[in-house]
């Protein structure tokens, strides 16, 4: 079964960091694009990141360009999100989301909620 | 705001039809092909149709997409209690170089 599990995610301080992990099990992570996509109750969703499945091709929103770094590491297959200087329109759930030759985000993980808040 | 329109709610008796629209523009819609996505009470999003008007394996005929000039629509035929959900578009943008979501349109089986 395809599983995408989200860690990483609590409450931090506007300007703070904090780092997003995304595990992948059940098909061959080195052979995926991936995504990083957020949701919050205001802006709904939003494409936030990509990277290739060599990380050769890396993708970023303007919202988001300059504060946070997407990676992945194949052998571990894993994928990260780290987030910088951070804001507090930056609170949301943040999703990991595989590509597929078919179709973009399919499937999604759980979830992993970001606070950011004094 | 989001870059696609949805209107924020529908709602039907089960059995019914329902549809909902998703309006984008040139740089997205009018140019890509249209994704939609399921996201049931306190889940993830999934994947409902992609390619406009095709279903992934395992998605009821039920659903049905389709896409003429920059907007799409959503279809659920004989509506059934566990397709409450809120239903997001979504498509390319070539202007944004990105994928752009609709603010989604939350389905009420009354």
């Known amino acids: 079964e395809v599983q995408l599990v989200e860690s990483g995610g609590g409450l931090v301080q506007p300007g703070g960091s904090l780092r997003l992990s995304c595990a992948a099990s059940g098909f061959t992570f080195s052979n995926y694009n991936m995504n990083w996509v957020r949701q919050t109750p205001g802006k709904g969703l939003e494409w936030i990141s990509y990277i290739g499945s060599g990380s050769a091709t890396i993708n970023y929103a303007d919202s988001v360009k300059g504060r946070f770094t997407i990676s992945r590491d194949n052998a571990n297959n894993s994928l990260y999100l780290q987030m910088t200087s951070l804001r507090v329109e930056d609170t949301a759930v943040y999703y990991c989301?595989?590509?597929?030759?078919?179709?973009?985000?399919?499937?999604w993980g759980q979830g992993t909620l970001v606070t950011v808040s004094s | 705001q989001s870059v696609l329109t949805q209107p924020p709610s529908a709602s039907g008796t089960p059995g019914q039809r329902v549809t909902m629209s998703c309006s984008g523009s040139s740089s997205n819609i009018g140019r890509n092909t249209v994704n939609w996505f399921q996201q049931l009470p306190g889940t993830a999003p999934k994947l409902l149709i992609y390619?406009?008007?095709r279903r992934p394996s395992g998605v009821p005929d039920r659903f049905s997409g389709s896409k003429s000039g920059a907007s799409a629509s959503l279809a659920i035929s004989g509506l059934q209690s566990e397709d409450e959900a809120d239903y997001y578009c979504?498509?390319?943008?070539?202007?944004?170089?990105?994928?752009?979501f609709g603010g989604g349109t939350k389905v009420t089986v009354l």
């Open positions: 979504a498509a390319w943008d070539d202007s944004l170089n990105g994928p752009v």
């Open positions: 390619g406009n008007n």
């Open positions: 989301a595989r590509d597929t030759t078919l179709s973009w985000f399919d499937p």
